[in-house]
């Protein structure tokens, strides 16, 4: 029951409804606000760029196909040369099959040529020495890496693949085109700036021995100013084992 002693609400019919008093909104009966989608945010279109391919290459037996595809890709109506670290390669069916254009054996310090066999991890002082220049020490005598040089120079359609008697090459014949990558680098310097600025993306990207130790050797000759620098850097490298 009410309290009887409140006074009775009067209302007023006569008063016009425009001085009517709105009641409070109720929330509850509210439309709900329409929720904006969300825009998905348009991934960037990252176009695909092709890992370039250097001139110069480094293989084994069992990968050298995948290679000479890689570089007559890379360039056209390219010349593929084999630079051979053992001189029974060249009787091997994957060297004959290969369809390379020319292939020779390189030569030791002393004149030999290369025999490194398959499970070999060891080079002795003409070997190691001999990617570097030939002859006496007191002359430097080209070695390896002008013999890579020499084709690589004579188009720029000229591709040169190290190959030794391994499956995959992973050390000496990336050795060896390290070396003939870090003279090129420099000859280019010298005669043509231009030139090396130009082929420097294609060129400077060789994979590195796996092993520790010929990795280290590159790293030691690649601080040489001059080819001379480089070569007294290798033979001080060698003769502190």
């Known amino acids: 029951m009410g309290d009887r002693g409140a006074r009775p609400r009067l209302i007023d019919v006569n008063r016009p409804a425009s001085e009517a008093v709105l009641n409070d909104p109720d929330s509850d009966?509210?439309?709900?606000?329409?929720?904006?989608?969300?825009?998905?945010?348009?991934?960037?279109s990252t176009q695909h760029m092709p890992k370039p391919v250097p001139r110069i290459g480094a293989c084994g037996v069992k990968n050298l196909?995948?290679?000479m595809l890689e570089m007559r890709d890379a360039y056209e109506a390219t010349t593929v040369v084999l630079c051979l670290l053992n001189y029974e390669?060249?009787?091997?069916p994957t060297i004959k099959n290969s369809n390379a254009d020319f292939c020779f054996v390189a030569t030791t310090r002393d004149g030999s040529p290369y025999r490194l066999a398959a499970d070999q991890d060891e080079l002795d002082e003409?070997?190691?020495?001999?990617?570097?220049?030939?002859?006496?020490y007191t002359r430097l005598d080209p070695g390896v890496c002008d013999a890579i040089i020499e084709h690589l120079d004579t188009s720029d359609r000229h591709c040169v693949v190290v190959v030794d008697a391994s499956d995959r090459g992973l050390n000496f014949s990336r050795l060896a085109a390290g070396v003939a990558m870090l003279k090129w680098a420099r000859a280019c310097k010298v005669k043509d700036p231009a030139r090396f600025l130009r082929d420097a993306p294609r060129n400077c990207q060789l994979p590195k021995s796996t092993s520790a130790k010929w990795k280290d050797a590159l790293n030691r000759c690649a601080?040489?100013?001059?080819?001379?620098?480089?070569?007294?850097?290798?033979?001080?490298w060698f003769l502190s084992f």
């Open 223 to 236: 601080h040489g100013q001059t080819w001379a620098q480089v070569r007294e850097h290798a033979r001080a």
């Open 29 to 44: 009966f509210d439309d709900p606000i329409p929720v904006q989608p969300q825009k998905r945010a348009k991934k960037k």
């Open 65 to 67: 196909d995948r290679v």
């Open 126 to 136: 003409n070997e190691f020495l001999g990617l570097f220049s030939s002859g006496p």
């Open 89 to 92: 390669l060249a009787d091997n």
